[in-house]
């Protein structure tokens, strides 16, 4: 039979395979990867959808039906690292003087949560500690 000090470290070693170091996970796809799509927001909060474009382009409609109907908004975005700025050129913040909006953003497979860096035009800040699904 196996003597005390041996019992231990038995123990121990079978102690740390199950309890160790999970294994190691595929990288996650960089942010300029995954923020292409298209989002909404679900109800309490709107029905709001959104597409952002490999091309630096987004879109906004009242619903995902209307992405390709009726936009309420369009732009331009860049995404640095986590932070996603947005410039508008057409909408209701057009006419701003500074129509440009600044998030911290969470992306991933299921969806973008976006936290206000900075924006004026009321429309967008509704952003703000939000997070919209991924449709596509």
Sequence with gaps: MY???????????????CGGKPPPQPPKAPNTE????????????GTTAMRFRASGDYEVAKTKDALD?????????????????????????????????????VISKVGIHFAKVSDECGDKRKLDGQTWWRIK
């Excluded at 003597?3 to 395979?17: H, P």
């Excluded at 860049?78 to 913040?93: I, R, V």
């Design 3 to 17: 003597d005390r000090g041996m019992r231990k470290v038995l123990i121990a070693a079978l102690l740390a395979s």
């Design 34 to 45: 995954l923020i292409v799509g298209e989002f909404e927001r679900h109800p309490p909060d």
């Design 69 to 105: 109907a009726t936009l309420a908004a369009s732009g331009k975005f860049a995404l640095d690292g986590d932070q996603l700025t947005f410039t508008q050129t057409k909408g209701p913040c057009v006419d701003l003087h500074a129509p440009v909006g600044v998030y911290k953003v």
